[in-house]
């Protein structure tokens, strides 16, 4: 829904219904080229999303006997290996874009072979690893804003001083700290991946405890990034902690996770969460409908957590005035009313 106001309010256009902001989450973009590819990449998406909760740890949901949504998930896989076959083959025009024909390039720029399977894995991991996930930290760090006037205020201000209403590109970063800072104090609040499954190559000693290779591990950010050992104040919004320092080199702060496999589009989610908050917060206020009940909720294989049922906003162009946008919220969520409320 706020894309909708995308080209900036009119004079005397302060008010409008009120919006999800989830909306943000669901909806992906505009679908320029190979609509029967994207919906099969969405189709599949949408099923991995509604997948039962208990079914969270397992990471590959085509080997559960009995699943519901196995032959769904099938037809979809299908769709998807059969369309990028005929990228792939030659026999369909180069689409106006296509992360498709965009990843076969780099295969063959890698002297990889031009196996349509493989292209399909690296199309899904980065729909999988960097939709939702940017989308995500967006929505969280749009809430938490609004809930804390003072903070939203203090962006705002940078924003106006080093950016002056324009969308910041990924040249402003050094002088967007205070952005930074939010990016980061959102992420550790509402990591994207809340957790993630580790195996130990070999034999380890883990804080007095002997572990055999090959054992499973859960390494959880949403427990280590609120854990009041490493952040004083833990359940408190307040980015000023990161200022001064890229990261938290503590351990704890692993929102990116950590290692080789550590997070190949952390720069690139950093500039999209620089342009599109940067650019929302300088020309939009987002109120928070009152009294509203909101509750983060883990989706997408347990590990995305979601704020639900959404968030209301009502969009008002950016006045400044921040402490409007603020409004008593009921739930668990960082800044809200605790225990009270629906
Ligand atoms: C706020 C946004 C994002 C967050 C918080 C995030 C977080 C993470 C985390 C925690 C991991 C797992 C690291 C580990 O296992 O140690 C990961 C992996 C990965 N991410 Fe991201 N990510 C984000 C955005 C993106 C974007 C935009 C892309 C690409 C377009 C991306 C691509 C990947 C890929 C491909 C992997 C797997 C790397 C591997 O297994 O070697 N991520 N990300």
């Known amino acids: 829904m706020v894309g909708r106001h995308a ?6 256009d302060h008010r409008a219904d009120p919006a999800d902001l989830q909306g943000l989450h669901v909806r992906r973009g505009p679908r320029r080229d190979r609509p029967d590819l994207d919906a099969a990449v969405d189709l599949y998406i949408d099923i ?33 290996d059969a369309r990028i076959r005929t990228i792939a083959d030659g026999t369909a025009a180069p689409p106006h874009y296509s992360l498709a024909e965009a990843v076969l390039r780099e295969v063959e720029r890698a002297g990889l072979p031009r196996d349509p399977e493989l292209v399909r894995d690296f199309v899904l991991q980065l729909h999988f690893a960097g939709l939702t996930s940017v989308a995500s930290t967006i929505v969280w760090s749009l809430l938490l804003l609004s809930l804390h006037p003072a903070q939203a205020r203090q962006m705002l201000d940078q924003l106006h001083e080093a950016a002056g209403g324009r969308v910041p590109t990924p040249e ?76 938290y080199d503590s351990g704890s702060f692993l929102p990116w996770g950590t290692g080789e496999r550590s997070c190949i589009g952390k720069s690139l989610a950093r500039n999209a969460f620089r342009s599109v908050v940067g650019g929302i917060v300088q020309r939009f206020r987002l109120d928070l409908v009152p009294d509203q009940h909101i509750e983060p909720h883990p989706g997408y294989l347990g590990t995305r957590v979601l704020p639900r049922p959404g968030v209301l906003v009502v969009l008002a162009a950016q006045d400044g005035d921040t402490e409007r946008s603020a409004a008593r919220v009921h739930g668990s969520v960082v800044g809200a009313v605790p225990g009270t409320g629906a």
């Open 7 to 12: 080209a900036g309010p009119g004079p005397g």
């Open 48 to 80: 991995l999303e509604s997948l039962p909760r208990r079914l969270a740890t397992t990471l590959v949901p085509f080997a559960i006997p009995g699943l519901a949504q196995r032959g769904r998930l099938r037809e979809a896989t299908a769709t998807i």
């Open 172 to 247: 402003d970063v050094k002088r967007l700290p205070y952005v930074e800072a939010v990016l980061n104090e959102s992420i550790r609040l509402y990591p994207a991946a809340a957790w993630e499954f580790k195996r130990t190559l070999g034999p380890l000693d883990l804080g007095g405890h002997r572990l055999p290779e090959k054992s499973q591990l859960i390494v959880a950010p949403w427990v280590t990034q609120r854990s009041p050992r490493s952040f004083e104040d833990p359940l408190l919004f307040r980015p000023e902690r990161f200022l001064g320092r890229a990261d």
